[in-house]
Antibody, heavy 121, light 110 residues
Framework: QVQLVQSGAEVKKPGASMKVSCKAS????????LHWVRQAPGQRLEWMGWIIAGNGNTKYSQKFQGRVTLTRDTSANTAYMELSGLRSEDTAVYYC??????????????WGQGTPVTVSS | QSALTQPASVSGSPGQSITISCTGSSSDIGGYNYVSWYQQHPGKAPKLIIYDVSYRPSGVSIRFSASKSGNTASLTISGLQAEDEADYYC??????????FGTGTKVNVL
């Protein structure tokens, strides 16, 4: 069965960087795109970007452009999301999520369990 | 890209039908038949319940149906049940090849 297993909770100080991993199993990793979505406490889902696992192409939300980097390691079936210049407003649960679409990345059929990140001095 | 607009909350009694709206623009909802809906229970990851405007994934109850008209998409839950109490989010593909989510709607079962 499809599984996306993310790394554990993190506590970071303002100005630091964080890197969340997302290990995929149960499907051909390079045949799908992965989205990263975050949700601040009590807030809505917020799309951050996608990465095509096959060729590494990425697209980022304008809001995070310059601060977020999505990468993947095809030998480990793992995707990564790195966010720099952390501030308190980045406190949220971060999700990786699989998209089965091709060329118009528009739907998420499987989600990771979420990685809580707290940014606090 | 601004969030799609949803009502903050919608309420209904068991057995009733409710409808949640999701309003965007011609650059997202109005431009493509690529609207999805997700259900999220507290503390859980979202679950896909509708994709490409009106298609239900395997295993999703037929009580969930959806449609689109112009820049507004709608999700209808028929025969409301206690287990339907959750947050619901719409999303759409956009003209800049990004994804945008709605503001979210809390469904209360009275």
């Amino acid at each position: 069965q499809v599984q996306l297993v993310q790394s554990g909770a993190e506590v970071k100080k303002p100005g630091a960087s964080m890197k969340v991993s997302c290990k995929a199993s149960g499907y051909t990793f390079t045949s799908y795109t992965l989205h990263w979505v975050r949700q601040a406490p009590g807030q809505r889902l917020e799309w951050m970007g996608w990465i095509i696992a096959g060729n590494g192409n990425t697209k980022y939300s304008q809001k995070f452009q310059g601060r977020v980097t999505l990468t993947r390691d095809t030998s480990a079936n793992t995707a990564y999301m790195e966010l720099s210049g952390l501030r308190s407003e980045d406190t949220a649960v971060y999700y990786c999520a699989r998209d089965p679409s091709s060329s118009t990345w528009r739907v998420i059929d499987y989600w990771g369990q979420g990685t809580p990140v707290t940014v606090s001095s | 890209q601004s969030a799609l607009t949803q009502p903050a909350s919608v309420s209904g009694s068991p057995g009733q039908s409710i409808t949640i709206s999701c309003t965007g623009s011609s650059s997202d909802i109005g431009g493509y038949n690529y609207v999805s809906w997700y259900q999220q229970h507290p503390g859980k990851a979202p679950k896909l319940i509708i994709y490409d405007v009106s298609y239900r994934p395997s295993g999703v109850s037929i009580r969930f149906s959806a449609s689109k008209s112009g820049n507004t998409a709608s999700l209808t839950i028929s025969g409301l049940q206690a287990e339907d109490e959750a947050d619901y989010y719409c999303s759409s593909y956009t003209s800049t090849t990004t994804l945008v989510f709605g503001t979210g709607t809390k469904v209360n079962v009275l």
